[in-house]
């Protein structure tokens, strides 16, 4: 299997501009996560989906977040407008429905907002 | 909510040597797994180990959850093994799929 793939890995961007991280889970994973690691905060969930329907957002900053899961196969993370205070690596994750199952996360998105 | 602390914070180690490395939290948890992040950013799952031994080649971890702790061992180490190690378990009254990370230890292995 490819693993969880996300992309860009690298996006600078101006403040005020509108951002869209994309990810794509490893296939037959039933859930999908959207962590944000900062020097300052260390790796912080911001939402999680079950079955492509989101469980818990309660980790999601602003309402300049937003994210997605239209199908099993993709999940968009959207910053709108986003800030300086945005930079920093987000990564995304999956992992099997059955029971709890080991959590795996691709290569990250290097965010930095100019 | 729950609080987890991995000591020691940096841990420097010539190449072959062995290190332990802990991860204390403040509730009893279901689920508790340790990470590694390359020093390319990389998170790398190493286990999935709510209670009792695992071990996976050189590496090896325990969780005592009784006690509220997980200790993970490096055998030999190598200088590949450098980066970061995380444990990360769920909240306290929380989805056990909700993992909150230590703040980690960062290993140094020197040729």
């Known amino acids: 299997d490819a693993g969880v793939i996300q992309s860009p890995r690298h996006e600078v961007t101006e403040m005020g501009q509108e951002v869209t991280l994309r990810c794509k889970p490893i296939?037959?994973?039933?859930?999908l996560f959207w962590y944000r690691q900062t020097m300052m905060r260390g790796l912080e969930l911001l939402i999680y989906f079950n079955n492509n329907v989101p469980i818990d957002d309660s980790g999601m900053p602003e309402d300049r977040f937003s994210a997605k899961m239209p199908n099993a196969s993709f999940s968009t993370l959207k910053i709108q407008p986003s800030e300086p205070r945005d930079s920093a690596v987000y990564f995304c994750a999956s992992s099997l429905g059955t029971g709890v199952e080991k959590l795996f996360f691709g290569s990250g998105t290097q965010l930095s907002v100019l | 909510g729950i609080q987890v602390e991995q000591s020691p914070p940096d841990l420097i180690l010539q190449e072959g040597a062995n290190s332990t490395l802990r991860c204390n939290f403040s509730?009893?948890?279901?689920?508790l797994q340790w990470f590694h992040q390359n020093p390319w950013g990389q998170l790398i799952n190493l286990f999935y180990i709510p209670s009792g031994t695992k071990q996976n080649g050189r590496l090896s971890a325990t969780t005592v959850a009784t006690e509220r702790y997980s200790l993970l061992y490096i055998s030999s180490s190598q200088t590949t093994d450098s980066g970061v190690y995380f444990c990360?378990?769920?909240?306290?009254?929380?989805?056990?799929?909700?993992?909150?990370f230590g703040s980690g230890t960062q290993l140094t292995v020197l040729p």
């Open positions: 296939s037959g994973h039933d859930y």
């Open positions: 990360a378990v769920p909240p306290y009254r929380g989805s056990a799929r909700q993992l909150t």
């Open positions: 509730d009893s948890v279901n689920n």
